[in-house]
């Protein structure tokens, strides 16, 4: 069964460091999403993207906060420069066309001393 | 605004039981959905249920929608142990996008 990757499933990091984090979305599927969850809260949209663009954001995407589909596959998150309240599982996920239905992957735990 | 609430935050019960949570919202939706995560692990997609459609079922899991009261409820029935996890309501809100908003879920322990 098609599933969504992601790699590393945890950094650390140091407050300040840039930071990319990675994923392969499901390989049919046409829009990509991040959010993240910090320890013990809901999971928080960040960001969908769709035709090589950001379709949407909330107001935590700010700036520091950037995403590109390099290449066919990958799909990644930058943070710019890294805060402690940046620490959390940053998960991606990717639905296929005209699909609410959302695949997630095993998320990428970010820890930022 | 908190979109998509569930109650109760907790839940314990033997296995075998039935489970149910819920969940309400407060904005105009195109769709909810139910997801499940274990413990430090990804999501889960359950089921999705359209704002048209009032209940739905799949396997043991039985969704409802009240829209006229902004809340849906998931009933597990004959929980298993392997049931226990946490448990998120999702709402897709009506303004075009795939944008979608948990809510801060329910804990479910099945005990053996």
């Known amino acids: 069964e098609p599933e969504v990757t992601q790699t590393p499933s945890h950094q650390v990091t140091q407050m300040g460091q840039e930071v990319i984090l990675r994923c392969v979305p499901i390989?049919?599927?046409?829009?990509f999403y991040w959010y993240r969850q910090i320890l013990g809260q809901k999971v928080e949209f960040l960001v969908s993207?769709?035709?090589?663009?950001?379709?949407?954001k909330s107001e935590i995407f700010d700036d520091q906060f950037s995403v590109e589909r390099p290449d066919g596959s990958n799909f990644t998150l930058k943070i710019r420069s890294t805060k402690l309240e940046d620490s959390a599982m940053y998960f991606c996920?990717?639905?296929?066309?005209?699909?609410?239905?959302?695949?997630f992957g095993p998320g990428t735990r970010l820890t930022v001393t | 605004s908190q979109q998509g609430e569930e109650d109760p935050q907790a839940l314990s019960i033997q296995e075998g039981e039935n489970a149910t949570m819920n969940c309400s919202y407060k904005t105009s939706i195109n769709n909810l959905q139910w997801y499940r995560q274990n413990s430090g692990r990804g999501l889960v997609h359950l089921i999705l249920i359209r704002s048209n459609e009032r209940e739905k079922h799949s396997g043991r899991l039985r969704v409802t929608l009240d829209t006229s009261k902004k809340s849906s409820s998931l009933l597990i029935t004959a929980s298993r142990a392997a049931d226990t996890a946490s448990y998120f309501c999702a709402t897709a809100p009506n303004t075009g996008g795939f944008k979608t908003i948990f809510g801060a879920g329910t804990r479910l322990f099945v005990k053996a």
């Open positions: 390989s049919n599927h046409l829009y």
């Open positions: 993207f769709y035709n090589n663009e950001i379709s949407e």
């Open positions: 996920a990717s639905s296929g066309q005209n699909s609410y239905e959302q695949y």
